[in-house]
């Protein structure tokens, strides 16, 4: 059977993608008055200090303690079309009136109390008002700019202590799980200013997917290197692989951006040990931008030459990945880069349509031969504070422990696993209700990949507890038995799925993560570095340009205008940055 729960899951995901990216780009716009947002001090002059509250009291902490009587604690959210509520049922509801809302006054005694919930296009606009208003809620899940307001304003609690004194053990576990790469996010002159929300890891690595019946029809080998990648690419789009006697199939295919997760460029790239919009380390220790290192360029002159020899699609230019991977879906593409969700998108179109089609998840070939280094995006999910002066800061921690317990112990249930088509509740996904809904186990999907193939390896499924898990597994015998909705899971989660490639990055240390790791610097959104940013796009649309013919100068003149027009100054203010925090 197809696996249903992947699926949404990965739908919600790509959502969530395309919503939380610009929500941490979002700029607080500048009312005019420069007095507009007062330091929480001066908003209440009843504020106490983190340090005050809790010392007077010789009780150990006790990260899931009840308030007695129960307290209550103001938010504000944001919702999205995505979001499924059953009012007939008190647990479903709508985001006031739910399962972890109750859950969280009958075992925390914390009534939670939203003052605001609006759509996730108008959250910016609220928090606009909110901030030039001085009126915030006790806590709230924010962007990057409006956390950064924030704590500029001194509108927010330092929780590093609270953390530490009511953090569970499990949710502590979660900063070793990611080597504190979410609290870096957070942290200013060593305080934590925000608690750790464990979203997006650096699973993200791109991976190459073949088209495995061509490679066996054309006898060709699997490739290991950039050579390989020309070889095979040019068999494929030249020696009929589909057997229809025409010239109509592409032998690498990806759209008009680089920096994605499908179909994008960045993979191939990497295989240059070169790394597209990061920041990495030279042999002198500062920092530089890996778009303008020399490597870039000879990745570029590469792809211009299989443009050349008709081997990438002649018209990628014009096509954003999506469009691009029509030729996927419809059997006339041949290798692509992506990361771990992207069979989930057109690769399963193909599996489905042709009943011959066979593809295989690879490690990124090298220009060398050895093994690859590929870059990984990091940053947090979102950015929760409590309001400076609030008086039970420790409840934040609380309810985000009592969450982490709440959704282990529902997939251990299998509750939502268990619901049948006919159930009102079957397309509801409850996690989403839930304040701070974005944490998750750091490489949480690793575990479900280690999880379902040491079921598959021994044939006993007898340990997988989680719902989701025992539904990958049986997902993948079916593919084993001939489901061809099936093999898209395989290809995710199976002992050869992109998961298995992800995990040896993973395990031999290959990952290659951004080493800056902090909001953006003021230089950097006033001179456009950020993607849509006018120093972005002149990289971006030089690059492209070249790999259609434009002589490489064109690149060295984008490398150029790029320093010239604050690429300089903000390589000199990262370097800044990075001695602060370099260990």
């Not at 008055?33 to 002059?45: H, I, L």
């Not at 009943?355 to 995006?377: C, F, M, N, R, Y």
Request: net charge negative; aromatic share 12%; proline share 5%.
């Amino acid at each position: 059977m197809l696996n249903g729960k992947l699926l949404k899951v990965i739908s919600v995901f790509i959502a969530l993608f395309i919503f939380i990216f610009p929500l941490t780009a979002c700029v607080v716009k500048d009312t005019g008055k420069g007095d507009s947002v007062k330091k929480s001090s001066q908003v209440d002059d009843k504020a106490k200090s983190t340090e005050d509250i809790g010392s007077k009291s010789d009780e150990k902490p006790d990260p899931f303690g009840k308030y007695t009587p129960p307290i209550e604690v103001t938010a504000v959210r944001y919702s999205t079309g995505y979001y499924k509520f059953n009012p007939k049922d008190p647990d479903y509801a709508s985001l006031e009136k739910n399962l972890w809302i109750r859950q969280y006054e009958e075992r925390l005694g914390i009534k939670l109390k939203y003052l605001w919930i609006c759509p996730d296009d108008q959250y910016e606009q609220k928090w606009n008002v909110a901030l030039a208003s001085n009126d915030i809620p006790d806590m709230a899940g924010v962007g990057e700019t409006v956390f950064k307001m924030l704590v500029d304003a001194d509108m927010v609690e330092d929780m590093t202590n609270i953390y530490e004194k009511y953090a569970s053990p499990v949710y502590k576990g979660y900063d070793e799980f990611d080597e504190n790469l979410t609290r870096e996010f957070s942290t200013f002159n060593g305080k934590l200013m925000g608690l750790p929300i464990h979203g997006s890891q650096p699973d993200n690595s791109d991976i190459l997917m073949v088209k495995s019946d061509w490679l066996k029809k054309l006898s060709l080998p699997e490739p290991k290197t950039i050579d390989d990648i020309c070889m095979i690419a040019e068999a494929f789009a030249k020696d009929d692989p589909d057997g229809n006697s025409k010239a109509d199939t592409i032998g690498l295919v990806f759209g008009n951006a680089i920096d994605v997760g499908f179909l994008g460029l960045k993979g191939f790239i990497n295989g240059f040990n070169a790394y597209w919009h990061t920041w990495n380390e030279d042999g002198s220790g500062n920092l530089v931008y890996g778009s303008i290192q020399p490597e870039i360029k000879n990745a570029l002159l590469k792809l211009q030459d299989m443009y050349k020899r008709g081997l990438l699609d002649q018209e990628f230019a014009v096509k954003d990945p999506w469009k691009a991977g029509e030729a996927i879906a419809s059997g006339k593409a041949g290798m692509a880069y992506g990361t771990y969700w992207a069979p989930y998108v057109s690769f399963m179109d193909n599996v489905k349509a042709d009943s011959e089609a066979e593809w295989k998840v690879l490690p990124i070939p090298t220009v060398d031969g050895q093994p690859s280094k590929p870059q990984a995006a990091f940053s947090p999910a979102e950015y929760f504070y409590v309001k400076k002066g609030f008086e039970h800061p420790e409840a934040a921690v609380k309810i985000i422990n009592l969450n982490i317990q709440i959704e282990n112990e529902m997939k251990m249930a299998a509750l939502e696993a268990e619901a049948v088509d006919d159930d009102p509740n079957a397309e509801v996904d409850i996690y989403q209700y839930k304040l701070a809904q974005h944490v998750h186990k750091p490489w949480g999907n690793l575990d479900s990949y280690h999880a379902v193939k040491d079921a598959l390896i021994s044939g006993d499924d007898s340990k997988l507890i989680n719902a989701d898990d025992i539904y990958t597994y049986n997902s993948i015998l079916a593919a084993k038995d001939g489901s061809r909705d099936d093999i898209v899971t395989d290809l995710v989660f199976g002992l050869e799925g992109t998961f298995s490639v992800i995990n040896q990055y993973r395990d031999e240390h290959r990952i290659q993560v951004n080493k800056f790791r902090s909001f953006p610097l003021p230089v950097m959104i006033e001179k456009g570095y950020g993607y849509d940013g006018v120093l972005y796009n002149m990289l971006e649309t030089a690059f492209l340009n070249v790999i259609m013919g434009a002589p490489i100068d064109e690149y060295d003149k984008a490398i150029a205008d790029w320093k010239a027009l604050g690429g300089d100054e903000i390589t000199r203010q990262v370097n800044d940055w990075y001695k602060t925090v370099k260990k």
